[in-house]
């Protein structure tokens, strides 16, 4: 049951949105790095937060013991805009959680410009509050912070300077990430990297598409699989939505999305508005450290990458499978090596995970062909994460065999509940594997 504004819990979750607390952050002035302002501040103080304040859009970046927890970009003028894109991926994830932002969303924007700790932590205690009234699982909030972050950081990236405050005070809300910063760093930058091989035609992720053109928008097709169906869905959509939320609805990564779109605007049957205020002024993706070689980069290397993409794109631009993928999912390293080893000399291909709540997100990337899934792992059980797996666009119709020690009707009943497809009992060998597979594998 989703609970009303009018509930003690969603109350006191309002109020806390609406009353400041003090802070003890020095301020200065300065011009910077941004990747060797962020590497100074972990190698200096460890944990805290690093704040940022430059073209009416302010940046926080939480570390603690040398872990980047959360990174966000706000202002009291995207909030609207960044609830809409939560409301977006959480739409996806659960039913009772989208209706209580829906029904809540004109009294969580309803902020105090004077309460800055409120626009910062936003997202994050929205999420924090879904998660503690179980309208969300962990594993969900940790996927949508880590996507808030990684956006943050690849904005912020593109600043060359601005108004810098250090706090040193602890993070006050439940962390969910701890994130390697140099790894982070590494995978922002190689995503801006893919962003300057788009421009000058696509800078931002901001931007919003439009067509102009019908007749060649749906006469172009730039990888020979886009069904008319999902045209005709995107042709919907390119009427003043960003990228960002396009992609979002898409259940895609955005940068895979504008990289499909490419083409498109380069025949001009799509043109790009600049992005709303305050977005417009963040120069970003547009930095003069873009090269006239990046910036003519030919438009059959873009669709060449487009074509070759790993599978983030897979809804509307599938990649070209020449053996099918099965995903195995197992606490255990020698069963995944067993299982590598007695499919090793068959067709397919291999992609072994031993922490089953990570493996969801890569999952949702990789949309294999069948899914061999042990049933009892320490962390989440088989059953639920199937039950998990199944309500993700995409993952309806895809194979699921629980791999398990367990026998019984019952166990196999309890597994059919959950939506698997089959059954595959452990010591097996390679003959026993190899059926199960071909029995299931479309």
């Known amino acids: 049951m989703v609970k009303t504004?009018?509930?003690?819990?969603?109350m006191n979750f309002m109020k806390s949105l609406h009353n400041p607390r003090p802070t003890n952050a020095i301020k200065s002035i300065r011009s910077?790095?941004?990747?060797?302002?962020?590497?100074?501040?972990?190698?200096?103080y460890g944990s805290g937060c690093l704040e940022v304040d430059a073209k009416s859009l302010s940046w926080w970046i939480y570390f603690k013991d040398g872990k980047l927890n959360y990174a966000s970009l706000a202002s009291e003028k995207t909030l609207i805009y960044a609830l809409k894109w939560l409301k977006l991926k959480i739409a996806t994830m659960s039913h009772d959680a989208f209706s209580?932002?829906?029904?809540?969303?004109?009294?969580?924007?309803?902020?105090?410009?004077?309460?800055?700790?409120?626009?910062?932590y936003f997202e994050y205690q929205i999420i924090c509050y879904l998660v503690d009234q179980k309208l969300l699982a962990s594993w969900q909030a940790e996927?949508?912070?880590?996507?808030?972050?990684?956006?943050?950081?690849?904005?912020f990236l593109s600043l060359t300077g601005g108004a810098v405050r250090i706090d040193r005070e602890n993070f006050e809300i439940p962390v969910f990430c701890k994130l390697d910063p140099k790894t982070t760093l590494e995978n922002c930058q190689a995503r801006l990297k893919s962003w300057k091989r788009l421009s000058p035609l696509l800078s931002s992720p901001h931007q919003r598409p439009y067509i102009v053109s019908q007749d060649t928008f749906f006469n172009t097709n730039n990888t020979g699989t886009i069904s008319p169906r999902l045209k005709n869905k995107l042709g919907t959509l390119l009427r003043g939505y960003s990228i960002r939320h396009i992609a979002a609805i898409l259940h895609q990564d955005e940068l895979e999305f504008a990289k499909f779109l490419y083409p498109y605007?380069?025949?001009?049957?799509?043109?790009?508005?600049t992005p709303e205020s305050p977005w417009d002024r963040l120069a970003g993706l547009e930095n003069e450290s873009l090269t006239k070689t990046q910036a003519e980069t030919p438009i059959r290397e873009i669709a060449k990458e487009v074509s070759t993409s790993i599978p983030?794109?897979?809804?509307?631009?599938?990649?070209?499978?020449?053996?099918?993928?099965?995903?195995?999912?197992?606490?255990?390293?020698?069963?995944?090596?067993?299982?590598?080893?007695?499919l090793g000399q068959?067709?397919?291909?291999?992609?072994?995970?031993?922490?089953?709540?990570?493996?969801?997100?890569?999952?949702?990337?990789?949309?294999?062909?069948?899914?061999?899934?042990?049933?009892?792992?320490?962390?989440?059980?088989?059953y639920e994460l199937c039950r998990m797996l199944r309500r993700l666009p995409g993952f309806e119709e895809i194979p699921v065999v629980m791999v398990t020690g367990k026998k019984g009707i019952i166990n196999k009943t309890r597994a059919k509940l959950v939506g698997a497809t089959d059954y595959l009992e452990k010591p097996f060998n390679r003959a026993s594997l190899l059926d199960v597979i071909s029995r299931n594998l479309p």
């Open 5 to 10: 504004y009018g509930d003690s819990p969603d």
């Open 32 to 44: 910077f790095q941004p990747a060797v302002l962020l590497a100074s501040f972990v190698h200096t």
């Open 100 to 120: 209580w932002l829906d029904q809540n969303s004109e009294e969580l924007l309803d902020i105090n410009s004077q309460n800055i700790q409120s626009i910062q």
């Open 143 to 155: 996927e949508l912070i880590e996507e808030l972050t990684q956006d943050a950081i690849e904005s």
């Open 265 to 273: 605007i380069d025949n001009k049957s799509i043109i790009l508005r």
């Open 312 to 342: 983030q794109v897979s809804a509307f631009n599938k990649k070209q499978k020449t053996r099918p993928v099965i995903a195995c999912v197992d606490d255990s390293p020698n069963t995944l090596d067993q299982i590598e080893r007695f």
């Open 346 to 382: 068959e067709n397919y291909s291999i992609f072994k995970f031993l922490e089953p709540i990570k493996a969801t997100f890569q999952l949702k990337r990789l949309k294999p062909d069948m899914i061999l899934l042990d049933l009892t792992m320490p962390t989440i059980s088989g």
